[in-house]
């Protein structure tokens, strides 16, 4: 495992708690090319604010913290 897939996974086990509150989960899928893969699981799947979650706090979140991240895309 690389640098930057080991500070991926720390980072999201740090706020994997905060989904598991609300009854969703994530798993990361792959990463590529700078890119994350996650599956939302749970009560994220048809979330109404899953791409608030996505975007305005796990993507953020990787950005600034994992040099090279520069996207976080849901399959």
Known sequence: MTEQEKLVHELIDRIRPYLHRDGGDIEIVKIEEGI???????????????????K????????????????????
């Open 36 to 54: 994350v893969y996650v599956k939302m699981l749970g009560a994220c799947v048809g979330c109404p604010l899953i791409d608030v979650t996505l």
């Open 56 to 75: 305005d706090g796990i993507e953020k979140m990787l950005l600034e913290n994992v040099p090279g991240i520069i996207a976080v895309i849901t399959v």
